[in-house]
């Protein structure tokens, strides 16, 4: 079975622009969650998605955005990228509603220059 | 808002075992969760207590005391695949809120 699917892996962008990053959960999963990984830190939340509904939004600036599709993968949008937006950004499905047990993706690298 | 505490670094030999403390302050608590996460890897599920006491899985127990806030993860006969990052989690509603990891070092 296909795990948690992320791209792309990596992605290099300049200040100012625009980034998409895309996530397919595990089949049959509803829920999908994004969260930044900075260096050395732990993962910080940043969203959660259930049945195309939005359950939860982390301390991020209005330049996140997310969206569920019908078939509950999910878009992380950011826009105006900054320097300190450069990260793992880590796409998690879980079954249910509350993440007691949250499958995460590779993740997509982001590099702003 | 939510807070965690875990050390940052633990190195042990082969064969040993290693104890991972996580103490939380946190509103709307669920359980704890932790995960493991190797250079470059996603992090993967490890456990997650909701109830206080020991849950064994494996070579690796993790145990919760909700009274205390506190929680730990018990790595037992340490292999050389156990370096890696562990996070501890706190989980509410909607969200995971993830600990600073401990850097788990295994020599030979």
């Known amino acids: 079975d296909a795990g948690v699917t992320q791209s792309p892996t990596h992605l290099i962008k300049t200040r100012g622009q625009q980034v998409t990053l895309r996530c397919s959960p595990i089949?049959?999963?509803?829920?999908v969650s994004w969260y930044q990984q900075v260096l050395g830190q732990g993962p910080q939340f940043i969203f959660q998605?259930?049945?195309?509904?939005?359950?939860g939004r982390g301390n991020f600036p209005d330049r996140f955005s997310a969206r569920q599709f019908p078939n509950y993968s999910s878009e992380l949008n950011v826009n105006a990228l900054l320097l300190g937006d450069s990260a793992l950004y880590l796409c998690?499905?879980?079954?249910?509603?509350?993440?007691?047990?949250?499958?995460f993706g590779q993740g997509t690298r982001l590099t702003v220059v | 808002g939510q807070s965690l505490e875990q050390p940052s670094e633990v190195t042990a030999v082969e064969g040993a075992i290693v104890q991972i403390n996580c103490t939380y302050q946190?509103?709307?608590?669920?359980?704890l969760s932790w995960y493991q996460q190797h250079d470059g890897g996603a992090p993967t599920f490890l456990s997650y207590?909701?109830?206080?006491g020991l849950e064994e899985t494996g070579r690796f127990s993790s145990f919760l005391s909700r009274s205390d806030s506190y929680g730990y993860l018990l790595l037992q006969e340490l292999q050389m695949k156990d370096s890696a990052s562990y996070f501890c989690?706190?989980?509410?509603?909607?969200?995971?809120?993830f600990g600073a990891g401990t850097t788990v070092t295994v020599r030979a």
């Open positions: 998690a499905s879980s079954l249910l509603a509350v993440d007691t047990e949250a499958f």
């Open positions: 089949s049959g999963h509803k829920s």
């Open positions: 998605y259930y049945e195309k509904e939005e359950r």
């Open positions: 946190t509103s709307g608590f669920y359980g």
């Open positions: 207590n909701a109830l206080d």
């Open positions: 989690a706190v989980l509410n509603d909607y969200k995971l809120s």
